[in-house]
């Protein structure tokens, strides 16, 4: 038998089979207690448009994803009942992160398909591992998104279900990558980072760390249409299964998230100078500052999108589309046509003001949501193609 310092994931002997070869549940009664952890993930793909169903929340049996997170911490808590030689433990901690695979750009997989990973972290102060429990958190997360969209899809594939990390016992630590940082494996883990550091089988790469998406802006004077424009397509890049995020900058000092009477506003009310509002798919926050914030910073923290809409930022460089109903700002006098420059991928007007102006930049109908939309997403295909 090997001795305990040699002994690692790989061993040669099967502690589940006894003499005569009879399998039989270990006897741990004699192992010290000690803090243990096992990370494990999954990944189911699909089709694009079953992707963007659930990110939508549009699947007919409700928010997938969140009844895939709790399915598979129930499960971690049931693996004994799955797999007979499995000890029954005293969970004391379960965790799963499910994140969205994109089709391309950063984080893609190499053959290009869509779906969702889900990484299973789970904890135990005791005398046996809990690498099952981890493993059967995140195959059962998968599943449950397997059974929550098979009505649309039934082609999903289940795959890449394997151990990252184990911690803890005589056998110490265990990673996919043994040559990785330990206190850098762990600060992955623990910080619901699913874009690890643990490389695949056979060598494969791990994922590429994500990256914010690319940015249109939507520039105009005041009255020019920019804000009922956004929205509408906001919703048609949504239809089309494009994640979209926005920005909007105010010109005015200070603004409220919510409205009188609101936790938030009664927050802010009480004294709170950063009001946060966090819930199962969504966050916002403001706070205080001597400057204004840059609009890089913010840009940053877009990276769970394919594109971000900017309603404002004259003078921020971004590409844009120059929206103009009348042309001019009452209040300034001022013409959006002045805002068209390089950057400017489209001018977005009337057909009164089309057909007064003449420019290098294609022109495209304001009430045509579609066509606007067509010409953000040519710029993000674009965009992507330079990754």
Not at 119 to 135: H, K, S
Not at 201 to 216: F, H, N, R, Y
Request: some cysteine; overall charge negative.
């Amino acid at each position: 038998m090997a001795d305990a310092a040699s002994r690692d994931a790989y061993r040669d002997e099967l502690t589940h089979v006894d003499e005569r070869g009879d399998v039989r549940m270990v006897d741990v009664s004699q192992k010290e207690a000690t803090q243990r952890t096992a990370v494990a993930e999954a990944s189911i793909l699909m089709h694009p448009e079953t992707q963007a169903m659930v990110l939508e929340d549009r699947a007919k049996k409700g928010d997938v994803l969140a009844c895939a997170r709790v399915a598979g911490i129930m499960a971690s808590k049931r693996a004994s009942d799955l797999i007979p030689m499995c000890h029954p433990l005293n969970i004391t901690k379960s965790k799963v992160e499910i994140e969205p695979i994109p089709a391309q750009g950063p984080g893609a997989r190499a053959d290009g398909r869509a779906g969702f990973h889900v990484l299973a972290t789970c904890g135990v102060t005791g005398v046996t591992g809990i690498e099952m429990e981890a493993l059967t958190a995140a195959s059962v997360a998968a599943l449950t998104i397997y059974d929550m969209c098979k009505a649309v899809d039934r082609g999903m594939e289940i795959v890449d279900t394997r151990l990252l990390l184990k911690e803890g016992g005589r056998s110490g630590t265990w990673a996919r990558v043994p040559e990785a940082p330990e206190d850098d494996v762990r600060s992955r883990v623990d910080g619901g980072s699913l874009s690890c550091v643990f490389a695949a089988v056979d060598g494969e790469s791990a994922p590429p760390a994500l990256a914010p998406a690319p940015v249109v802006a939507f520039i105009g004077y005041q009255n020019s249409g920019k804000t009922t424009l956004v929205e509408k397509v906001i919703a048609e890049l949504s239809a089309r299964g494009m994640r979209v995020g926005s920005i909007k900058h105010h010109g005015h000092h200070g603004f409220d998230i919510d409205v009188p009477g609101k936790d938030s506003w009664r927050h802010a009310q009480a004294g709170s100078r950063h009001v946060g509002l966090i819930c199962a798919n969504r966050y916002a926050e403001y706070a205080d500052t001597d400057n204004e914030l840059p609009l890089d910073v913010l840009l940053d923290r877009f990276v769970d999108v394919d594109i971000v809409i900017v309603e404002g930022y004259k003078a921020a460089g971004l590409a844009n589309v120059v929206v103009a109903r009348s042309g001019v700002d009452r209040l300034r006098g001022q013409s959006s046509l002045d805002l068209v420059g390089e950057g400017t991928l489209a001018l977005a007007c009337n057909d009164a003001l089309a057909n007064r102006v003449r420019l290098d930049q294609p022109v495209v109908d304001i009430n045509d949501a579609g066509a606007v939309a067509d010409v953000v997403e040519a710029h993000w295909r674009r965009e992507r193609s330079n990754v």
